[in-house]
């Protein structure tokens, strides 16, 4: 059995891609239509999918083999982002089992927030379509904060939005730069390894407080 966080967080805070929802299939998706406009063939969704936390840079890193000082690197992103924002909630959902677990933070009059570092361009419709807007406390994104995750400020932020002590709260991250983030503020900090992680085996390093190799340890772990 797991070891359970205690005492009760004064806030859960969650990232949002590989975390709180699945947006590896419209990732997919996108990346895959602008490599068909291209004429290539469509990548493995294995392989895009490893890299989804990594945002835009790594699909088109992944997708055509470019980084940002290549001339064609500015033309496809644009394109990239464009089809996404198109789209952003076409094939995506709550983690199988995150429904649950967040009406049990709610019943339990836990609020419950989402920092990311996903642009509010595609966070807040992508949140408002989940039907998850007006249920969460807050949702920071980087064009609400002046440094981005891995620096502690859009933790805090969530925090004063909502009323609660860093160090009664509690962050969830399927990325290095997350656990970083939440020690940084002094928040007890949870990795998933369920989320979009090269290499899974690498999140024992991270030192975060707790792993959930699963939605269902999370959510013991939160109980």
Known sequence: MPVTTDPKPSVVLFDLDGTLIDTAPDFIRCLNQLREQHGLAPLPPEQIRRSVSNGARAMIRVGFGLEPEHPEYT???????DLYEAG????????????????????????????????????????????LAQRCAAVVCPDHVAQRKPHP?????????????????IYVGDHERDIEAGRNAGMRTIAVRYGYIEKPETVDLWQADLIADTVSDLAKLLQ
């Open 88 to 131: 952003v909630a076409v094939e995506t959902t709550l983690f199988e089992g995150m429904e649950e677990l967040l009406r049990s933070l709610e019943e339990r009059d836990i609020p419950w927030g989402i920092v990311t570092n996903k642009p509010v361009r595609f966070a807040a419709p992508l949140v408002e379509a989940l039907g």
């Open 153 to 169: 400020e859009a933790l805090f932020l969530a925090c004063t939005q909502i009323g609660a002590q860093p160090q009664t709260a």
């Open 75 to 81: 033309e496809k992103h644009t394109a990239f982002l």
